[in-house]
């Protein structure tokens, strides 16, 4: 059974930061691809970034220059560190693990529950 248990989430101001970490467990199954989500009340939900077991990263535009996503591949762990954050960031957060790289985020193999990130103006 994988699971996905994140941690970091809370309220700050705009322009202060956040570290959101997940960590995966679970035999039998390939955390090769491991990312973020989010998803803002009445929004569809959207990719925010993901990183591979090699270290290839990928980003929204809205977060790039601003947001660095980590992993430790030993741990299957997966971090988003969060700068500059902006009220257009508030959202639930959630990790999601994949055997390989999916553009849909029906598509995702295993979700984390999410944690809240608000962040006041």
């Known amino acids: 059974q994988v699971q996905l248990v994140e941690s970091g989430g809370g309220l700050v101001q705009a322009g202060g930061s956040l570290r959101l970490s997940c960590a995966a467990s679970?035999?039998?199954?390939?955390?090769?691809?491991m990312g973020w989500y989010r998803q803002a009340a009445g929004k569809q939900r959207e990719l925010v970034a993901r990183?591979?077991?090699?270290?290839?990263?990928t980003y929204a535009d809205s977060v790039k220059g601003r947001f660095t996503i980590s992993r430790d591949n030993a741990k299957n762990t997966v971090y988003l560190q969060m700068n500059s954050l902006k009220p257009e960031d508030t959202a639930v957060y959630y990790c999601?693990?994949?055997?390989?790289?999916?553009?849909?985020?029906?598509?995702?193999?295993?979700w984390g529950q999410g944690t809240q990130v608000t962040v006041s103006s």
């Open positions: 999601a693990a994949n055997k390989y790289v999916v553009t849909r985020p029906a598509n995702v193999d295993y």
């Open positions: 990183i591979t077991s090699g270290g290839s990263t």
């Open positions: 679970g035999s039998g199954f390939s955390f090769n691809v």
